[in-house]
Protein backbone atom coordinates (compact mmCIF):
# COMPACT_ATOMS: atom_id res chain seq x y z
CA UNK A 1 0.00 0.00 0.00
CA UNK A 2 1.24 3.61 -0.94
CA UNK A 3 2.88 5.25 1.36
CA UNK A 4 0.38 8.41 0.64
CA UNK A 5 -1.74 6.73 2.88
CA UNK A 6 0.69 7.70 5.89
CA UNK A 7 1.26 11.17 5.35
CA UNK A 8 -2.41 12.12 5.81
CA UNK A 9 -1.76 11.45 9.46
CA UNK A 10 -0.68 14.10 11.56
CA UNK A 11 2.47 14.37 13.13
CA UNK A 12 2.77 11.82 16.15
CA UNK A 13 3.37 15.12 18.22
CA UNK A 14 0.11 15.98 18.02
CA UNK A 15 0.92 19.37 15.74
CA UNK A 16 -0.78 19.58 12.48
CA UNK A 17 1.06 19.34 9.79
CA UNK A 18 1.49 22.69 7.35
CA UNK A 19 2.38 23.11 4.02
CA UNK A 20 4.51 25.32 2.00
CA UNK A 21 3.10 24.94 -1.51
CA UNK A 22 2.28 28.14 -3.58
CA UNK A 23 0.28 28.04 -6.55
CA UNK A 24 3.00 26.87 -8.82
CA UNK A 25 3.38 23.15 -6.55
CA UNK A 26 -0.26 23.03 -7.31
CA UNK A 27 0.10 23.39 -11.07
CA UNK A 28 2.54 21.03 -11.26
CA UNK A 29 0.57 18.35 -9.55
CA UNK A 30 -1.29 18.29 -13.00
CA UNK A 31 1.57 17.23 -15.27
CA UNK A 32 1.41 20.45 -17.19
CA UNK A 33 3.11 18.55 -20.09
CA UNK A 34 0.87 15.78 -19.92
CA UNK A 35 -2.19 17.84 -20.17
CA UNK A 36 -0.96 19.92 -23.21
CA UNK A 37 -0.57 16.30 -25.03
CA UNK A 38 -3.91 15.26 -24.28
CA UNK A 39 -5.90 18.38 -25.27
CA UNK A 40 -3.64 18.30 -28.52
CA UNK A 41 -4.76 14.69 -28.93
CA UNK A 42 -8.17 15.15 -27.80
CA UNK A 43 -8.72 18.21 -30.25
CA UNK A 44 -7.21 15.66 -33.38
CA UNK A 45 -10.25 13.80 -32.45
CA UNK A 46 -12.50 16.66 -32.69
CA UNK A 47 -11.11 18.20 -35.60
CA UNK A 48 -11.41 14.67 -37.62
CA UNK A 49 -15.09 14.01 -36.52
CA UNK A 50 -17.76 14.65 -38.76
CA UNK A 51 -19.63 17.51 -37.65
CA UNK A 52 -19.21 20.46 -35.51
CA UNK A 53 -20.35 21.33 -32.05
CA UNK A 54 -21.26 24.89 -30.24
CA UNK A 55 -18.48 27.10 -29.16
CA UNK A 56 -19.24 27.21 -25.97
CA UNK A 57 -19.43 23.86 -25.92
CA UNK A 58 -16.31 23.14 -27.16
CA UNK A 59 -14.42 25.42 -24.99
CA UNK A 60 -15.85 23.80 -21.80
CA UNK A 61 -15.67 20.06 -22.93
CA UNK A 62 -11.88 20.78 -23.93
CA UNK A 63 -11.21 22.87 -20.52
CA UNK A 64 -13.11 19.24 -18.85
CA UNK A 65 -10.75 17.09 -20.56
CA UNK A 66 -7.40 19.24 -19.73
CA UNK A 67 -8.84 19.23 -16.23
CA UNK A 68 -9.35 15.79 -16.21
CA UNK A 69 -5.54 14.93 -17.39
CA UNK A 70 -4.35 17.05 -14.69
CA UNK A 71 -6.86 15.14 -11.92
CA UNK A 72 -5.09 12.36 -12.93
CA UNK A 73 -1.83 13.47 -12.33
CA UNK A 74 -2.41 14.63 -9.25
CA UNK A 75 -3.97 11.79 -7.98
CA UNK A 76 -1.12 9.51 -9.57
CA UNK A 77 1.45 11.90 -7.79
CA UNK A 78 -0.31 11.48 -4.57
CA UNK A 79 -0.34 7.35 -4.67
CA UNK A 80 3.74 7.65 -6.18
CA UNK A 81 4.88 9.81 -2.98
CA UNK A 82 6.77 7.33 -1.69
CA UNK A 83 8.46 5.62 -5.27
CA UNK A 84 8.58 8.93 -6.40
CA UNK A 85 10.61 10.46 -3.24
CA UNK A 86 13.41 7.39 -4.28
CA UNK A 87 13.86 8.61 -7.66
CA UNK A 88 16.01 11.35 -8.85
CA UNK A 89 13.74 11.72 -11.97
CA UNK A 90 10.64 12.51 -9.72
CA UNK A 91 12.58 13.44 -5.98
CA UNK A 92 11.76 17.31 -6.22
CA UNK A 93 8.13 17.19 -6.86
CA UNK A 94 5.98 18.93 -4.30
CA UNK A 95 4.89 16.01 -2.41
CA UNK A 96 8.03 14.40 -1.76
CA UNK A 97 9.64 17.39 -1.30
CA UNK A 98 7.46 18.35 1.23
CA UNK A 99 5.87 21.75 -0.53
CA UNK A 100 2.57 20.09 -0.48
CA UNK A 101 0.87 17.72 1.81
CA UNK A 102 -0.39 14.13 0.61
CA UNK A 103 -4.25 14.90 1.88
CA UNK A 104 -3.94 18.37 0.15
CA UNK A 105 -3.03 16.84 -3.41
CA UNK A 106 -5.69 13.97 -2.61
CA UNK A 107 -8.37 16.52 -1.91
CA UNK A 108 -7.09 18.50 -4.93
CA UNK A 109 -7.32 15.77 -7.57
CA UNK A 110 -10.77 14.23 -6.09
CA UNK A 111 -11.96 17.64 -6.66
CA UNK A 112 -11.24 18.60 -10.38
CA UNK A 113 -11.75 14.96 -11.16
CA UNK A 114 -15.48 15.28 -10.01
CA UNK A 115 -15.94 18.47 -11.27
CA UNK A 116 -14.21 17.75 -14.66
CA UNK A 117 -16.87 15.21 -15.20
CA UNK A 118 -19.47 17.11 -14.18
CA UNK A 119 -19.05 19.88 -16.54
CA UNK A 120 -18.19 17.33 -19.45
CA UNK A 121 -21.54 15.89 -18.40
CA UNK A 122 -23.11 19.25 -19.04
CA UNK A 123 -21.82 20.58 -21.47
CA UNK A 124 -21.67 18.04 -23.91
CA UNK A 125 -22.85 14.60 -23.52
CA UNK A 126 -22.90 11.59 -21.06
CA UNK A 127 -20.98 9.38 -23.51
CA UNK A 128 -17.79 11.98 -23.27
CA UNK A 129 -18.23 12.24 -19.50
CA UNK A 130 -18.29 8.55 -19.08
CA UNK A 131 -15.23 8.09 -20.80
CA UNK A 132 -13.32 10.87 -19.02
CA UNK A 133 -14.41 9.22 -15.54
CA UNK A 134 -13.43 5.87 -16.93
CA UNK A 135 -10.32 7.49 -18.39
CA UNK A 136 -9.12 9.08 -14.81
CA UNK A 137 -10.15 5.81 -13.03
CA UNK A 138 -8.19 3.98 -15.36
CA UNK A 139 -5.04 6.27 -14.80
CA UNK A 140 -5.29 6.76 -11.07
CA UNK A 141 -6.23 3.10 -9.96
CA UNK A 142 -5.87 0.59 -12.67
CA UNK A 143 -2.20 1.81 -13.85
CA UNK A 144 -1.23 3.83 -10.87
CA UNK A 145 -2.50 1.81 -7.72
CA UNK A 146 -2.16 -1.85 -9.57
CA UNK A 147 -0.31 -2.18 -12.41
CA UNK A 148 2.48 -0.19 -12.23
CA UNK A 149 4.01 -1.83 -9.19
CA UNK A 150 3.05 -5.20 -10.31
CA UNK A 151 3.70 -6.15 -14.06
CA UNK A 152 6.07 -5.08 -16.39
CA UNK A 153 3.06 -4.73 -18.88
CA UNK A 154 1.87 -1.33 -16.97
CA UNK A 155 3.40 0.65 -19.60
CA UNK A 156 1.32 -1.33 -22.90
CA UNK A 157 -1.80 -1.92 -20.42
CA UNK A 158 -1.52 1.21 -18.78
CA UNK A 159 -1.20 3.27 -22.08
CA UNK A 160 -4.30 2.87 -22.67
CA UNK A 161 -4.89 6.13 -20.33
CA UNK A 162 -3.00 8.60 -22.21
CA UNK A 163 -4.81 6.80 -25.56
CA UNK A 164 -8.89 7.76 -25.01
CA UNK A 165 -8.57 11.94 -25.14
CA UNK A 166 -9.14 11.39 -28.78
CA UNK A 167 -12.20 9.05 -28.42
CA UNK A 168 -13.24 11.57 -25.94
CA UNK A 169 -12.65 14.19 -28.22
CA UNK A 170 -14.95 13.03 -31.09
CA UNK A 171 -17.64 11.77 -28.51
CA UNK A 172 -17.84 15.38 -27.50
CA UNK A 173 -18.68 15.88 -31.11
CA UNK A 174 -20.99 13.04 -32.18
CA UNK A 175 -22.14 11.78 -28.89
CA UNK A 176 -20.32 8.84 -30.22
CA UNK A 177 -16.98 7.24 -31.53
CA UNK A 178 -16.09 5.33 -34.45
CA UNK A 179 -13.01 4.19 -36.49
CA UNK A 180 -11.61 7.42 -36.49
CA UNK A 181 -11.25 8.11 -33.22
CA UNK A 182 -10.00 4.16 -32.51
CA UNK A 183 -7.25 4.78 -35.44
CA UNK A 184 -5.98 7.51 -33.09
CA UNK A 185 -6.14 5.62 -29.98
CA UNK A 186 -4.03 2.86 -31.53
CA UNK A 187 -1.39 5.45 -32.58
CA UNK A 188 -1.07 6.29 -28.75
CA UNK A 189 -1.23 3.12 -27.49
CA UNK A 190 1.18 1.70 -29.85
CA UNK A 191 3.71 5.00 -29.33
CA UNK A 192 3.71 4.41 -25.48
CA UNK A 193 5.74 1.87 -24.63
CA UNK A 194 8.70 2.63 -26.80
CA UNK A 195 8.48 5.96 -25.87
CA UNK A 196 8.66 5.09 -22.22
CA UNK A 197 11.11 2.18 -21.97
CA UNK A 198 13.72 4.32 -24.01
CA UNK A 199 13.57 6.35 -20.49
CA UNK A 200 13.38 3.23 -18.70
CA UNK A 201 16.50 1.77 -20.14
CA UNK A 202 18.24 4.85 -18.72
CA UNK A 203 16.47 4.90 -15.24
CA UNK A 204 16.66 1.58 -14.49
CA UNK A 205 18.43 2.02 -11.85
CA UNK A 206 16.23 4.78 -10.04
CA UNK A 207 12.95 1.42 -10.88
CA UNK A 208 14.77 -0.97 -8.96
CA UNK A 209 15.33 1.54 -5.94
CA UNK A 210 11.70 1.81 -5.99
CA UNK A 211 10.89 -1.59 -6.57
CA UNK A 212 8.78 -0.69 -9.76
CA UNK A 213 8.95 -3.82 -12.09
CA UNK A 214 9.77 -1.68 -15.31
CA UNK A 215 10.49 -4.41 -18.54
CA UNK A 216 14.51 -3.74 -18.27
CA UNK A 217 14.30 -4.30 -14.78
CA UNK A 218 12.75 -7.78 -15.31
CA UNK A 219 13.06 -9.46 -18.49
CA UNK A 220 16.36 -6.97 -18.93
CA UNK A 221 17.74 -4.41 -21.15
CA UNK A 222 18.04 -6.88 -24.22
CA UNK A 223 14.50 -7.91 -24.49
CA UNK A 224 13.58 -4.58 -24.02
CA UNK A 225 15.41 -3.04 -27.03
CA UNK A 226 13.85 -5.46 -28.95
CA UNK A 227 10.30 -5.02 -27.85
CA UNK A 228 11.20 -1.33 -28.67
CA UNK A 229 11.94 -2.29 -31.93
CA UNK A 230 8.82 -4.71 -32.42
CA UNK A 231 6.23 -1.52 -31.17
CA UNK A 232 7.97 0.92 -33.52
CA UNK A 233 7.52 -1.23 -36.54
CA UNK A 234 4.08 -1.64 -35.87
CA UNK A 235 3.30 2.10 -35.08
CA UNK A 236 4.62 2.85 -38.07
CA UNK A 237 2.35 1.82 -40.61
CA UNK A 238 -0.74 2.59 -38.13
CA UNK A 239 0.62 6.10 -37.93
CA UNK A 240 -0.11 6.54 -41.64
CA UNK A 241 -3.73 5.17 -42.11
CA UNK A 242 -5.55 8.87 -41.01
CA UNK A 243 -3.76 9.46 -44.66
CA UNK A 244 -5.18 6.32 -46.31
CA UNK A 245 -8.73 6.76 -44.40
CA UNK A 246 -8.87 9.92 -45.80
CA UNK A 247 -8.89 12.36 -42.58
CA UNK A 248 -4.83 12.86 -43.11
CA UNK A 249 -3.73 14.70 -46.33
CA UNK A 250 -0.51 14.78 -48.29
CA UNK A 251 1.12 16.64 -45.82
CA UNK A 252 0.45 14.37 -42.78
CA UNK A 253 1.23 11.41 -45.98
CA UNK A 254 4.89 12.71 -45.97
CA UNK A 255 4.96 13.43 -42.18
CA UNK A 256 4.19 9.88 -40.99
CA UNK A 257 6.10 7.98 -43.03
CA UNK A 258 9.18 10.68 -42.71
CA UNK A 259 9.01 10.15 -39.08
CA UNK A 260 7.82 6.68 -38.69
CA UNK A 261 11.35 5.90 -40.19
CA UNK A 262 13.01 7.90 -38.01
CA UNK A 263 11.16 6.22 -34.79
CA UNK A 264 12.55 2.95 -36.38
CA UNK A 265 15.92 3.97 -37.68
CA UNK A 266 16.47 5.65 -33.54
CA UNK A 267 14.76 2.09 -32.29
CA UNK A 268 16.95 0.28 -33.95
CA UNK A 269 19.92 2.56 -32.97
CA UNK A 270 19.14 1.93 -29.45
CA UNK A 271 18.89 -2.41 -30.27
CA UNK A 272 22.02 -2.15 -31.52
CA UNK A 273 23.75 0.46 -29.14
CA UNK A 274 24.09 -1.41 -26.00
CA UNK A 275 27.49 -0.51 -23.80
CA UNK A 276 28.06 2.57 -21.75
CA UNK A 277 26.94 6.29 -22.24
CA UNK A 278 26.39 5.87 -25.81
CA UNK A 279 23.52 3.42 -25.13
CA UNK A 280 22.31 6.03 -22.47
CA UNK A 281 22.31 8.43 -25.36
CA UNK A 282 20.54 6.61 -27.76
CA UNK A 283 17.91 5.86 -25.78
CA UNK A 284 17.40 9.64 -24.73
CA UNK A 285 17.61 10.21 -28.16
CA UNK A 286 14.43 8.21 -29.03
CA UNK A 287 12.67 8.99 -25.86
CA UNK A 288 13.20 12.59 -26.62
CA UNK A 289 12.43 12.18 -30.34
CA UNK A 290 9.18 10.22 -29.80
CA UNK A 291 7.53 13.25 -27.92
CA UNK A 292 8.07 15.16 -30.74
CA UNK A 293 7.21 12.40 -33.29
CA UNK A 294 3.96 12.06 -31.42
CA UNK A 295 3.07 16.05 -31.32
CA UNK A 296 3.84 16.64 -35.45
CA UNK A 297 1.59 13.66 -35.94
CA UNK A 298 -1.39 15.53 -33.88
CA UNK A 299 -0.09 18.80 -35.24
CA UNK A 300 -0.28 18.01 -38.92
CA UNK A 301 -3.73 16.24 -38.57
CA UNK A 302 -4.94 19.76 -37.07
CA UNK A 303 -4.01 21.75 -39.79
CA UNK A 304 -5.13 20.22 -42.10
CA UNK A 305 -8.48 19.82 -40.98
CA UNK A 306 -8.57 23.86 -40.12
CA UNK A 307 -5.96 25.36 -41.96
CA UNK A 308 -3.24 25.57 -38.69
CA UNK A 309 -4.27 25.43 -34.85
CA UNK A 310 -6.19 29.07 -34.71
CA UNK A 311 -8.30 27.69 -37.62
CA UNK A 312 -9.03 24.61 -35.93
CA UNK A 313 -10.33 25.70 -33.40
CA UNK A 314 -12.78 27.59 -34.54
CA UNK A 315 -13.88 24.84 -36.77
CA UNK A 316 -14.15 22.44 -33.94
CA UNK A 317 -15.72 25.15 -31.48
CA UNK A 318 -18.29 26.19 -34.27
Not at 23 to 42: H, N
Not at 297 to 306: D, Q, R, S, W
Amino acid sequence: MSAAFDQIAPHSDGAAPTSTGEAGDFFALLKPRVMFLVVVTALGGMVTAPGSVNPIIGFGALLAIAVGAGASGCLNMWWDADIDALMTRTAGRPIPAGRILASEALAFGLVLSVGSVLVLGLVANLLSAAMLAFTIFFYAVIYSMWLKRTTPQNIVIGGAAGAFPPMIGEAVVTGDFGLTSIVLFAIIFLWTPPHFWALALVKSGDYARAGVPMLPNVAGPAATRRQIVAYSLALAPVAVLPALMGFGGAIYLAVSVTTGLMMIGLSLRVLKVTEGEAAHKAAYQLFGFSILYLFLLFAVLLAENGLGLMWALPKVLG
